[in-house]
């Protein structure tokens, strides 16, 4: 059975730096794009940021690009999003999917397979 299990959430003052990790199992996704999603209060998910299946291309959606970076270690079937200069608006569930298909990045959640459950990221102005 495929399982994302995202961790590294919490609150934090404007400012600082959150690392959320999300580790997959149930089978190796070193062939798969990865992706990381938001969902803020009263709003609909939304793209964050894609990496290719070798971690050599990466996408951001332009409210967090120069702030946030997305990372894997398929050695640790592991995707990471490093965000930093955290903002009140960045406040949201936070989640990571997998788009089995293919190791394409992609912006479109129809894109993607598998989801985890969500990590709570609350900053404080």
């Known amino acids: 059975q495929v399982q994302l299990v995202e961790s590294g959430g919490g609150s934090v003052q404007a400012g600082g730096s959150l690392r959320l990790s999300c580790a997959a199992s149930?089978?190796?996704?070193?062939?798969?794009?990865m992706g990381w999603f938001r969902q803020g209060p009263g709003k609909e998910r939304e793209f964050i940021a894609t990496?290719?299946?070798?971690?050599?291309?990466?996408y951001y959606a332009d409210s967090v690009k120069g702030r946030f970076t997305i990372s894997r270690d398929n050695a640790k079937n592991t995707v990471y999003l490093q965000m930093n200069s955290l903002k009140p608006e960045d406040t949201a569930v936070y989640y990571c999917?997998?788009?089995?298909?293919?190791?394409?990045?992609?912006?479109?959640?129809?894109?993607?397979?598998?989801w985890g459950q969500g990590t709570q990221v609350t900053v404080s102005s």
């Open positions: 990496i290719n299946w070798s971690g050599g291309r990466t």
């Open positions: 999917a997998v788009r089995i298909a293919s190791g394409n990045p992609s912006l479109s959640q129809r894109e993607y397979g598998y």
């Open positions: 149930g089978r190796t996704f070193s062939s798969s794009a």
